[in-house]
């Protein structure tokens, strides 16, 4: 079993839909959790981070974390074209990142 | 602030050859990974440096594979020999190295490698 899974799509959505992204993960032990935005021949960007339960809200981004059932989300409110892009999950303890595959992401004008 | 430098962007070489990536990281981060990104893959860490001191290798392919941070800064990858499945986009990330809840990673544009 992989430490860290993700949907890996691909999503297709109109624009102005909302978005959800989801990852689940088997360690408990993973302190921090992360989701990186990666545009074509482009490396990740950092999105959103959290390390707590419950929710985190960033503009049109909303970051979930549900510890007790070891899964995090991204919703994407109001979807624009320009969030085309892979979506990916990462975790953190200790100082090791483990990241998800990817969920890549098309928003049709 | 400037980010973090990676350099070729783009290497083509036949299979068996050698080949070396560079890459600076944001200046003072302690912290520098070195990652290999498969096509439709997430990031799988290489080699992951604490200054110039190797904190964890264990997914390097050291037959033939080698890094190196000399004083702590920039660093280098090398492939040596080259394999078809090498192919892949070498990403270099830096982050502060505290250890503290804040702590996240910045990645450069990453190195496309193709072996033929």
């Known amino acids: 079993q992989k430490e860290v899974e993700q949907d890996p799509g691909p999503l297709s959505v109109p624009e102005g839909a909302i978005v959800s992204l989801n990852c689940t993960y088997s360690n408990s032990a993973f302190q921090y959790f992360m989701w990186y935005r990666q545009y074509s021949r482009k490396g990740p960007e950092l999105l959103m981070y959290t390390y707590s339960s419950g929710n985190k809200e960033d503009g049109r981004f909303t970051a979930q974390v549900d510890k007790s059932s070891k899964y995090i989300s991204l919703f994407i409110r109001d979807s624009q074209p320009s969030d085309s892009a892979t979506y990916l999950c990462a975790m953190r303890v200790w100082g090791q990142f483990y990241f998800g595959t990817g969920t890549s992401l098309t928003v049709i004008p | ?116």
């Open chain 2, 1 to 116: 602030e400037a980010g973090v430098a990676q350099s070729p962007r783009y290497k083509i070489i036949e299979k068996r050859q050698s080949v070396a990536f560079w890459c600076n990281p944001i200046s003072g981060h302690a912290t520098l990974y070195w990652y290999q990104q498969i096509l439709g893959q997430g990031p799988k860490l290489l080699i992951q440096f604490q200054n110039n001191g190797v904190v964890d290798d264990s997914q390097l392919p050291k037959d033939r594979f080698s890094a190196e941070r000399l004083k702590g800064v920039d660093s280098t990858l090398k492939i040596q020999p080259a394999k078809l499945e090498d192919s892949a986009v070498y990403l270099c990330a830096s982050s502060p190295g505290t250890s503290g809840l804040q702590e996240t990673q910045y990645f450069g544009p990453g190195t496309r490698l193709l072996v033929l």
